[in-house]
């Protein structure tokens, strides 16, 4: 049985890519470090870290152990988290995930009114694509997240708790010179022979794919840019249009405009993701969201 110390140490050559930048982040000798992950090899029965001119590298068995010490390592913040919000109230870590554009006005508002009620709560944001919110928070790596089912959806996952925040409609972005730009919604029809600007999309049929098949046509996507303020850019300059959810249109530049697509306009489903033992602390942030997403 590997003891908790020695997964630490494990972490942290790993991450320093050396025993002598370990023993500085744990205050170790260097000596020390190598005694004791020797030892941890000992009893892994073989090499975790091939020794190089200059530090060291994960060998597959330590890339094996690694990718489990993590996964301890964070259940038991996340126990000591918990333990602490039941005997004490409220405090230590939320770490938080977001996809992009719910940092622009959706979880920035929940988090600011979670902080005036938990102060002692330290909260850590962490953004990134759905997919791998959920692959981390999987791991052991997160409390709480914001996700969405676009472009493509969501694969089902038993593991994780969630709760839909919000229907949050697809609006068309188009430069403010654009032949389309005077009305309040745009028939997507309209717009068969525009380029789509798209952040480069996983396998399966996209919702902008799926909007544009019930319109009767294949959308033109020619322009990659997975990046909103560079897809603004794009749109500015008049080298093709774009989708932006309505919960991030407050982000959006000054010389785009914002259209409705109608009845064809596409949709996806903001939620929040919680383990399958949440902290109180991510059940209150949950709360939180739940009232910003419905204002």
Request: with cysteine; glycine share 10%; charged share 20%.
């Amino acid at each position: 049985m590997f003891d908790t110390d020695a997964l630490r140490l494990l972490d942290a050559v790993a991450l320093a890519g050396s025993f002598t930048g370990a023993a500085a982040r744990l205050n170790y000798t260097q000596s020390a470090v190598s005694r004791r992950i020797a030892s941890l090899e000992q009893q892994a029965g073989g090499p975790l870290f091939e020794r190089l001119p200059r530090g060291v590298r994960l060998t597959p068995a330590g890339e094996a152990l690694h990718r489990h010490a993590q996964v301890v390592l964070n259940r038991l913040v996340r126990a000591e988290e918990e333990l602490a919000g039941i005997h004490g109230g409220y405090r230590g870590r939320l770490r938080v995930g977001a996809f992009a554009t719910a940092n622009v006005s959706l979880v920035p508002s929940a988090l600011r009114s979670f902080r005036q009620e938990f102060p002692e709560v330290e909260l850590i944001p962490i953004e990134g694509p759905s997919r791998r919110l959920l692959s981390r928070m999987r791991e052991g790596g997160l409390d709480v997240a914001v996700i969405s089912d676009y472009p493509s959806g969501l694969p089902y996952d038993g593991e994780v708790e969630t709760v839909e925040l919000v229907d949050d409609e697809l609006l068309v972005a188009l430069p403010r010179g654009h032949r389309l730009a005077v009305g309040e919604s745009v028939d997507l029809r309209e717009l068969r022979e525009e380029t789509w600007i798209e952040a480069p999309p996983p396998a399966g049929t996209t919702m902008l794919g799926a909007a544009c098949a019930r319109a009767g046509f294949a959308p033109r996507t020619t322009v990659r840019i997975a990046e909103w303020t560079g897809k603004f850019g794009f749109v500015a300059a008049g080298l093709g249009i774009t989708l932006v959810p309505s919960i991030a249109a407050r982000a959006v530049p000054p010389d785009l405009v914002l259209r409705s697509l109608g009845d064809l306009a596409p949709r996806r489903i903001v939620s929040a993701a919680l383990p399958g033992t949440p902290l109180p602390a991510a059940r209150a942030l949950v709360r939180f969201l739940a009232k910003v997403a419905g204002q």
